[in-house]
């Protein structure tokens, strides 16, 4: 009796982390579903140098939507968690006065950029750069924190893939791409909007009382370890289509459709990520490093068996994607396969793991070294090999992130070594202050 007594708790909790992953795996199904399906549309709206146009745009704004999103994606969740309703309202508080703040400048500046890196279409580059940019709003953060993953998906899941929707209607029905970016743009807008309502009345609901706003230069500061490394990771994810454009530009429709593909999917497996971000930091001490190890095993496994999983399916989601257009080599599907295993796996790590353990200026740095050496191997690949080539060089560096960010985790979460009577901790360096 016992025994089963002390199983119930653990099968509850099992249950809750099933449940909340099962939540949080449809909203990003369905987003990613919706993203995708948008491809074909715009490809038979204008074409598909009119769809590597958008993608370049979405891809410099992605870049935007982190500067809007200033590392709440990467700090939001453990403060979330780790607080009541009072300070979880003043950070979603402060997050929307610096997102607000910079999200027309961040904009403006990435579209100028993607009109200008796009030799033709640039119109749709901007448009695309504004849908980008936009994302940098989402709330998925803060849910995560709270643990509502079916939130998510009534208040920011649902209005953002009824933007998309009408977008792939009026294309289908005649309107040109323009039309069905800027709809995706309008769903995200919508979504922010309900979404604050919906903080703003259950935090009140709790018992949320007025807690004193911290300057904006605190807030900055606070955030700098979070935004640097989500910075740099987006960087990592648009310079290699750029530079593809630059050296390579017969094979960037290809190169666009299949990092849109392999990234949306792991978009898609971001339930696996955000069901240990919020799970990992609820625990402190011994249980905090357990829990940090059992995240690194499942990540392990998980990005194995999923690179395997995705051989079969991705031709044929590619072509279709493609509108036929588009001929994908099976060299260019296994090196997808390998990007969406490691950046699982380098999700993990980072997201779940070392932002539990206070290590996100390890993250930021290893982010720098593995840019400083994917990105010169993408000009290279691109020149000697095309698509495969700069898919290999983004791959690596990726690969070289995720080693450096292991390597850190293993040493903070290993146990604690004695010298004489004395214990010291395996590693004290870069615990800095949590964002």
Same mark, same amino acid.
């Given at each position: 009796?016992?025994?089963t007594a002390?199983?119930?708790?653990?099968?509850?909790?099992?249950?809750?982390?099933m449940?909340?992953a099962?939540g949080?795996?449809?909203?990003?199904?369905?987003?990613?579903?919706?993203s995708?399906l948008a491809i074909?549309?715009?490809?038979r709206?204008?074409?598909?140098?009119?769809?590597g146009?958008?993608a370049?745009?979405?891809?410099?704004?992605?870049?935007?939507?982190?500067l809007v999103?200033?590392?709440?994606?990467?700090?939001g969740?453990?403060?979330?968690?780790r607080g009541?309703a009072?300070?979880?309202?003043?950070d979603?508080?402060?997050?929307?006065i610096?997102?607000?703040?910079?999200?027309v400048? !961040?904009?403006?500046?990435?579209?100028? %950029?993607? *009109?200008a890196?796009t030799?033709g279409h640039? /119109?749709? @580059?901007a448009a695309?750069?504004?849908s980008g940019?936009a994302i940098?709003l989402?709330?998925?953060?803060?849910?995560?924190?709270?643990g509502r993953p079916?939130?998510f998906l009534?208040?920011?899941?649902?209005?953002?893939?009824?933007g998309?929707?009408?977008?792939?209607a009026?294309m289908?029905?005649?309107?040109?791409a323009?039309?069905?970016v800027?709809a995706?743009?309008?769903?995200m807008?919508v979504?922010?909007?309900?979404v604050?309502a919906?903080?703003?009345?259950?935090?009140a609901r709790?018992g949320?009382?007025p807690l004193?706003r911290?300057?904006a230069?605190?807030i900055?500061?606070?955030q700098r370890h979070?935004?640097?490394a989500?910075?740099?990771?987006?960087?990592? !994810?648009?310079?290699?289509?750029i530079? %593809?454009? *630059?050296v390579a530009?017969s094979v960037?429709? /290809?190169? @666009?459709?299949?990092?849109?593909?392999?990234r949306q999917?792991?978009?898609?497996l971001?339930p696996?990520?955000?069901?240990?971000q919020?799970?990992?930091?609820?625990?402190?001490g011994?249980?905090?490093?357990q829990r940090?190890?059992?995240?690194?095993?499942?990540?392990g496994?998980g990005?194995l068996v999923?690179s395997?999983a995705?051989?079969?399916?991705?031709?044929?989601?590619?072509?279709?994607?493609?509108?036929?257009?588009?001929?994908v080599?099976?060299?260019?599907?296994i090196i997808m396969?390998?990007?969406?295993?490691c950046n699982?796996?380098?999700?993990l790590?980072?997201?779940?793991v070392l932002a539990?353990l206070d290590?996100?200026?390890?993250v930021?740095?290893?982010t720098l070294?593995?840019?400083?050496?994917?990105?010169?191997?993408?000009?290279?690949?691109a020149?000697a090999?095309? @698509?495969a080539g700069?898919?290999?060089?983004?791959v690596?560096?990726?690969a070289l992130?995720?080693?450096?960010?292991l390597?850190v985790?293993?040493r903070a979460?290993?146990?604690e070594?004695t010298v004489?009577?004395?214990?010291?901790?395996?590693s004290?360096?870069?615990k800095?202050?949590h964002?």
């Amino acid at each position: 009796m016992a025994r089963t007594a002390q199983r119930i708790p653990r099968l509850v909790h099992t249950i809750s982390g099933m449940n909340k992953a099962l939540g949080y795996g449809l909203s990003m199904l369905i987003l990613a579903a919706a993203s995708l399906l948008a491809i074909p549309a715009m490809i038979r709206a204008d074409g598909q140098q009119a769809w590597g146009a958008i993608a370049i745009g979405q891809t410099v704004g992605a870049v935007g939507a982190v500067l809007v999103a200033y590392g709440w994606m990467m700090s939001g969740p453990a403060r979330v968690a780790r607080g009541d309703a009072s300070s979880r309202r003043r950070d979603y508080a402060e997050s929307v006065i610096v997102r607000i703040s910079l999200f027309v400048p !961040v904009t403006v500046v990435a579209a100028s %950029v993607a *009109a200008a890196v796009t030799p033709g279409h640039r /119109l749709l @580059a901007a448009a695309g750069a504004l849908s980008g940019s936009a994302i940098g709003l989402t709330a998925n953060w803060y849910f995560v924190g709270v643990g509502r993953p079916y939130a998510f998906l009534v208040f920011e899941t649902i209005p953002r893939v009824v933007g998309t929707v009408v977008g792939i209607a009026l294309m289908r029905s005649g309107s040109d791409a323009l039309v069905g970016v800027l709809a995706q743009s309008a769903g995200m807008l919508v979504a922010f909007g309900v979404v604050m309502a919906w903080v703003s009345a259950t935090t009140a609901r709790a018992g949320a009382t007025p807690l004193r706003r911290r300057p904006a230069t605190e807030i900055l500061s606070a955030q700098r370890h979070g935004v640097v490394a989500s910075l740099g990771s987006a960087v990592y !994810v648009a310079a290699p289509m750029i530079i %593809v454009s *630059a050296v390579a530009p017969s094979v960037q429709p /290809l190169y @666009a459709l299949a990092d849109k593909v392999q990234r949306q999917i792991s978009i898609a497996l971001g339930p696996l990520v955000t069901v240990f971000q919020g799970w990992v930091p609820r625990a402190a001490g011994s249980a905090l490093h357990q829990r940090a190890r059992v995240s690194l095993w499942i990540a392990g496994a998980g990005s194995l068996v999923l690179s395997l999983a995705m051989l079969l399916p991705t031709p044929v989601l590619l072509d279709w994607l493609g509108d036929g257009q588009i001929d994908v080599p099976l060299t260019v599907v296994i090196i997808m396969s390998l990007f969406v295993g490691c950046n699982l796996f380098e999700s993990l790590i980072s997201k779940a793991v070392l932002a539990s353990l206070d290590r996100l200026g390890s993250v930021a740095r290893a982010t720098l070294v593995s840019a400083l050496v994917g990105l010169p191997l993408v000009a290279v690949g691109a020149i000697a090999a095309g @698509a495969a080539g700069a898919l290999v060089a983004v791959v690596a560096g990726l690969a070289l992130r995720m080693v450096i960010e292991l390597f850190v985790a293993v040493r903070a979460i290993r146990p604690e070594q004695t010298v004489g009577s004395i214990a010291m901790p395996a590693s004290s360096s870069d615990k800095g202050k949590h964002a």
